[in-house]
């Protein structure tokens, strides 16, 4: 049975027990509430070490067959989305709920009236219902889940309920002065009922909101098939043997000499992680991670072009075109500026009722702790009020 069915069959349950006496004070009594914080806490603490939304296979290798399994079926590899964590979040709400109620009628029946501090713990109860409300209501109804893919520039995706397309216009990571990384930037262009409505700059921690549907900057990669600059070692082959190697630094696309020879290369393609096929001497991208580049190079002298070669950097001694030189890949400076990034959306309703409540929750306790007096204070009043009446 799915989650939300059991948390609508508990819920049913729990307003019909309300009308049992014995249950409202079970329910009302602190020591239920902490109760039910701790098994959320300890929960959430399982979810966080385990691992959350993750394939079986992952929590198999991680934790081997029978534990891998048991946390699958158990709900633990989702454990904020599972029937039990629900329906123990709809007890506490509605336990904290039941606890401001009995407060209430407290404070209406004291002659005192609603004193400000004891107005501002009704706040403060009030407050964490809010609060629980809103996480309630993101859980149900929310979502957040990161794209399939990752996009470059001019590359289109539809954002999941959210009823519009969004395009990538550039992708790059930017470094500061000292070389450190510091800021992952897509400038996207949404697109609805097939025109271009607005334009923004996505950054960590800055996504575009639009028609309830954020969208965050999640990863983002180097270019997958082109580079900056690369390292080329080159090995001249003559009639006493090879000559080398000469290191070469040559800007992608651009043709550069090999010092003390008359040959020249261009690095024409790169590939992040080349898939190659022996019949047809083609390579081709296999993913967009940098686990296994390749650049092809190709070699002129005297401005004659001689041929092109496949370079590998995990196969150095690879030799294909039968060429005047042999090439290795030392280094490459990788493509920052066209880079590749990937989003995360995500729908957040009860996010509002978060920010509302822990801004009451704020002015709560303010209200609580700023008007009670000291205790000492309140003692002292109390015996010079009877030193005097004994002097009298």
């Known amino acids: 049975m799915h989650a939300l069915a059991w948390w609508g069959i508990a819920l049913a349950a729990i307003v019909l027990a309300m009308f049992d006496p014995r249950f409202r004070k079970w329910l009302a009594s602190m020591q239920t ?83 400000i501090g004891k107005l501002g713990s009704l706040l403060t109860h009030i407050s964490i219902v809010v609060v629980l409300v809103g996480g309630l209501v993101t859980a ?27 395009r ?49 900057q999640f990863e983002m990669l180097p270019s997958a098939t082109s580079i900056e600059s690369t390292v080329l070692g080159v090995f001249v082959t003559t009639p006493h043997g090879e000559r080398g190697p000469f290191d070469v630094v040559a800007a992608f696309g651009e043709e550069v000499e090999v010092p003390n020879t008359a040959y020249s290369v261009k690095v024409l393609e790169f590939l992040a992680h080349f898939t190659y096929d022996i019949e047809s001497r083609t390579a081709a991208l296999a993913s967009v991670w940098h686990d296994n580049p390749a650049v092809l190079v190709q070699l002129s002298e005297d401005g004659e072009v001689l041929g092109e070669q496949w370079v590998f950097a995990a196969f150095p001694a690879h030799d294909d075109g039968g060429l005047p030189c042999r090439f290795v890949l030392l280094d490459y400076r990788p493509d920052f500026e066209h880079a590749l990034t990937r ?23 303010c209200l609580t702790f700023w008007t009670r007096r000291p205790a000492g204070a309140a003692d002292g009043g109390q015996k010079s009020g009877r030193a005097g009446r004994s002097k009298t």
């Open 168 to 216: 990538v216009d550039a992708a790059r990571t930017e470094f500061n002065d000292r070389g450190m990384l510091s800021e992952y930037v897509s400038e996207v262009t949404v697109i609805e009922d097939g025109r271009d409505l607005l334009s923004q700059r996505i950054e960590v921690n800055h996504p575009l909101v639009h028609n309830g549907v954020g969208v965050y």
């Open 140 to 166: 149900l109804t929310g979502f957040r889940v990161p794209a399939e893919r990752f996009l470059s520039a001019g590359d289109a995706i539809v954002v999941p309920e959210g009823g519009y397309s969004l």
């Open 33 to 115: 509430a902490i109760t039910l914080l701790a098994v959320l806490a300890a929960l959430s603490m399982a979810g966080v070490l385990i691992g959350q939304n993750l394939p079986l296979e992952a929590y198999v290798g991680k934790h081997g067959p029978g534990l891998g399994a048991f946390i699958v079926r158990s709900g633990l590899s989702n454990v904020f989305g599972a029937w039990y964590f629900l329906i123990i979040v709809t007890l506490l709400g509605v336990s904290v709920i039941t606890c401001s109620f009995v407060r209430i009628a407290r404070l209406v029946r004291t002659p005192s009236g609603l004193r």
């Open 343 to 365: 989003f995360e959306f995500a729908r957040q309703p009860g996010t509002p009722l978060l920010f509302g409540g822990f801004i009451a929750m704020s002015l709560g306790l």
